[in-house]
């Protein structure tokens, strides 16, 4: 019986590859009853022939999943999900950055029970300075924006029960980081430190322009913030205009506004683009709460269940 499955996304890695099965080789020698389960997500590399020839001589059992094109690493980890078998589950990146041991640790974890979620905090990087300052810029806009429970270097690696990796799997949404449904799911959740190694081969395929746009998805996906600014500014302009208006009114009383029209023209234009601020904000309130509803997430989620009969435990449920 398998107990433990380990997935791996593979997108431009052909150059990394034999390296990875002689980390996954040593690794698999420590971890016993574990599945390897390689997802392709649409590579445009030979990674997915070169797997194809390896796989079958190594000696540790592995799935192999091709996608028709490149989805997304959080798509081809929900998809290496529902291949896996295990009871418990790891995601682990093929670039070798983060230790292959954190798998090690993060079952060892859960098998212990002490949590259902494990995930490695980055606490240092062996990366170039200019790599460092935008990746702590980029996360400490996350935190701040989207959710503060995230570590500050970001989730990169992760391990979780058969009862949240169900969950996640269930979650059928296009444009979502899996890293923050980790949060967003709730359950018990520990953290392991660990320090980025340097890349070995290849380069980066988690581009600005990648990064840019998982911001701008999890943020429409996770927060609703940018329609509260939207609101907040408006109200802020109607009430700098009442305030701009009274004053100027008192100069026109005053015979301190020579121009003619000047009052009415500063009042009409502060007041009507400050009123389309608002409404703006308070239509998006509405439209945020409709997006809300059609995202097919699950209104509760069950941790666990106990049945007691006068004082006697009588069952439990998942």
């Not at 799935?63 to 589950?89: Q, W």
């Not at 802020?236 to 205009?241: A, E, K, R, Y």
Request: glycine content about 8%; aromatic content about 12%.
């Amino acid at each position: 019986m398998l107990l433990r499955s380990l997935i791996i996304p593979i997108y431009k890695n052909e150059a990394n590859i034999p390296f990875l099965l002689e980390a996954l080789r040593e690794l698999t020698r420590d971890i016993e009853s574990m599945e390897v389960v390689f997802v392709v997500d649409g590579s445009p590399d030979d990674s997915w022939a070169l797997l194809r020839a390896l796989l079958p001589e190594e000696p540790y059992p592995s799935r192999l999943v091709l996608l028709s094109r490149n989805f997304g690493s959080s798509s081809a980890i929900r998809t290496g999900i529902e291949f896996a078998r295990g009871e418990h589950i790891a995601v682990m990146a093929a670039d070798l950055q983060e230790p292959p041991q954190l798998v090690k640790t993060f079952f060892e974890t859960l098998e212990s029970d002490e949590a259902d979620i494990v995930a490695g905090q980055r606490v240092g990087r062996k990366d170039p300075l200019m790599s460092k300052m935008f990746s702590n810029l980029y996360w400490t806009l996350y935190r701040y924006f989207i959710n503060q429970e995230i570590p500050p270097g970001g989730v990169d690696v992760f391990a979780c029960n058969k009862k949240v990796a169900d969950v996640l799997a269930g979650i059928k949404e296009h444009h979502s980081y899996i890293a923050i449904l980790l949060f967003w799911v709730g359950f018990r959740r520990k953290f392991v430190p660990y320090e980025r190694q340097e890349r070995r081969q290849g380069k980066s395929a988690w581009t600005f322009r990648k990064k840019t746009h998982l911001f701008l998805d999890t943020v429409f996906s996770f927060s609703d913030f940018p329609i509260l600014l939207l609101t907040s500014v408006g109200s802020l302009g109607i009430l700098l205009s009442a305030v701009w208006g009274a004053a100027i009114f008192i100069m026109r009383l005053l015979n301190k506004v020579p121009v003619q029209g000047y009052t009415t023209l500063l009042l009409v234009m502060l007041l009507g683009f400050s009123s389309l601020l608002f409404t703006q904000g308070i239509i998006g309130c509405y439209l945020w709460r409709c997006f809300e509803n059609t995202k097919a997430r699950p209104l509760a989620i069950v941790a666990g269940a106990e049945d007691w009969n006068g004082g006697e435990k009588t069952g439990e449920g998942e």
